[in-house]
């Protein structure tokens, strides 16, 4: 079992910037991409980003793709989800998201991930 906690939401101002982070807990020793969804009010969860287990793949939704940056640091067993230039449209719920255990590659569907924390509100007002 892994447990994910996010942290880092919050309200900012359009064109500005927050940094996420995601704590891992519990199974940490075992080696699995991870990766942030995103859910606004009325819409489906959505993917935003995914990093492989090394660090040295990385995946974006096209709407984030140069201002958003995904990073990890598995000594400290965290993920991070930089996001800059922040628009209205970027409000939602964020999630952070492991993959099974053994999955290392990156995935940018919702269905290849097994684990999930509770989600940091994101509000960008213009």
């Known amino acids: 079992q892994v447990q994910l906690a996010e942290s880092g939401g919050g309200l900012v101002q359009a064109g500005g910037s927050l940094k996420l982070s995601c704590a891992a807990s519990g199974r940490t020793s075992s080696w699995y991409a991870m990766g942030w969804f995103r859910q606004a009010p009325g819409q489906e969860r959505e993917f935003v980003a995914t990093i492989n287990w090394g660090g040295t793949s990385t995946k974006y939704t096209d709407s984030v793709q140069g201002r958003f940056g995904i990073s990890r640091d598995n000594a400290k067993n965290t993920v991070y989800l930089q996001m800059n230039s922040l628009k209205p449209e970027d409000t939602a719920v964020y999630y952070c998201?492991?993959?099974?255990?053994?999955?290392?590659?990156?995935?940018?569907?919702?269905?290849?991930?097994?684990?999930w924390g509770q989600g940091t509100q994101v509000t960008v007002s213009s």
């Open positions: 998201a492991a993959r099974d255990p053994g999955y290392t590659s990156t995935s940018s569907q919702s269905s290849g991930y097994t684990y």
